[in-house]
């Protein structure tokens, strides 16, 4: 059974500047499961940073509904690490539990515990300028997991590494998330990460945003990302998302 953990309906968006309006969102809804792994992909500027600036209250919504079924925490992480160059890796995993006031012996060892099964441990008191790029996003993940948050929010997480590197850490993460049971709405413009790390895909117009289409992705032999790129039913998807992205039809 698939309990709902969050509705939205009829979101829209303004943004107001001094002498301007800006309509960002027109009307998204979409249901979004415990445990599911949603990725949201649209053109640039179409408005997803702002669906989940809304989801984690960083903004306002202007109209529609962001029911969540049970109070959720949410960890939220963005397309750049922003890991502090002068703490340890386990410096600062532990920040957010510092600013909250939350840092104990109890979740200190959680973090620990995280560290030693994603393979970081053996780094815990080095700097992240030693870490390469992917294994900086790993540290970022578990950072967010140090305040166990029920959803986890990406933002164009992977955007900034290079190709071989966000394959081998979308995997990464992915296994995490999975792991620690979490649930996970993702943005992204790229519709093959899109496809190979979600249960569904929410496709959105360009800006302002309505829904486009919702895809179940439902692919034989689901694995991990990598290797869900092989599989039979990918490319078919890959081509309908691509057909709803272009801004020429
Ligand atoms: P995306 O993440 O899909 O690239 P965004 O949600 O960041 O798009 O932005 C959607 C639109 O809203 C863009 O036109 C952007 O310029 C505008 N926008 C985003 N944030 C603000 C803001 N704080 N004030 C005014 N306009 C904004
Ligand atoms: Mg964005």
């Known amino acids: 059974m698939k309990n709902k953990l969050l509705s939205i309906k009829n979101l829209k968006k303004v943004y107001h500047d001094k002498n301007d ?30 669906i989940l600036s809304i989801l984690s209250k960083l903004e306002d919504k202007s109209l529609g509904d962001v029911l969540f079924s049970k109070d959720v925490t949410i960890g939220y992480m963005l397309q750049s690490d922003s890991l502090f160059f002068w703490r340890t890796i386990l410096d600062n995993c532990l920040i957010g539990l510092e600013i909250t006031g939350q840092l104990n012996d109890e979740n200190k060892n959680y973090v620990l515990s995280l ?7 053996d780094f815990k008191d080095k700097y992240p300028r030693s870490l390469s790029g992917g294994m900086r996003q790993r540290v ?30 979308s995997d990464d993460i992915y296994k995490i998330i999975k792991n620690e049971g979490k649930t996970a709405i993702m943005v ?35 694995t991990s990302p990598i290797n869900n790129r092989k599989c039979l039913e990918f490319s078919t998807y890959y081509d309908q998302i691509w057909r709803d992205l272009d801004v020429h039809l």
């Open 21 to 50: 309006e800006i309509l960002a969102i027109e009307d998204v809804s979409f249901d979004v499961y415990e445990k599911e792994f949603i990725s949201i992909v649209g053109p640039s500027g179409c408005g997803k940073s702002t």
């Open 115 to 121: 560290l030693k099964t994603y393979g970081l441990y």
């Open 140 to 169: 970022a993940l578990i950072r967010t997991l140090a305040l166990k948050p029920d959803v986890l929010l990406l933002d164009e997480a992977m955007s900034a590494l290079d190709y071989q590197s966000r394959l081998a850490i």
């Open 188 to 222: 992204t413009h790229d519709i093959a990460e899109a496809i190979s790390m979600s249960d569904r895909v929410i496709v959105l117009t360009k800006r302002p945003a309505k829904v486009k289409n919702i895809y179940d992705i439902e692919l034989t032999d689901k």
